[in-house]
């Protein structure tokens, strides 16, 4: 299956997509120093890891994914598949400009998620103030009655 293999395409099949595998795909091919790319294609519904190494390199880095990933199917393809329609890779500092992009938007939905649990608490709080400030009249009231009755 892999005989002397300097480009292949890993295809990675199964529940791939929107589980953020893509990213840590990237991730993986960066920590072993792999040139490539990895992408979505939506044509399948397959990950795809298109990538550069020996032999041995190629099996190690299958075997890293199956141990980390065992619930995904894989196989190898040795010819480079390219993306349809074409796309961009993003490489270097774009890249790290759309994940901080993506760490940004993920911070936000969680500041906005803040701020709706913290609304619905002010919103008691004020509904506990109007309630206290009917309870002042209330004893307003009382300490009246109190006067009256005295006289």
Known sequence: MLSDVKQATIVLSGEVQY???RAEMEELLAKHGFPGFVYNDARDGTLKLVCEGDDAEIKRLIDEITAVHPEVSISLEERVILPKPAGRVVIGVERGIFERLD???NRLGSIDDTLKF???KLDKLDTLDK?????????????LLEKIAEK
């Open 131 to 143: 309630k206290l400030d009917k309870l002042d009249t209330l004893e307003d009231i009382k300490k």
């Open 103 to 105: 760490l940004g938007v």
């Open 19 to 21: 589980v953020g595998l």
């Open 118 to 120: 913290m609304n619905k």
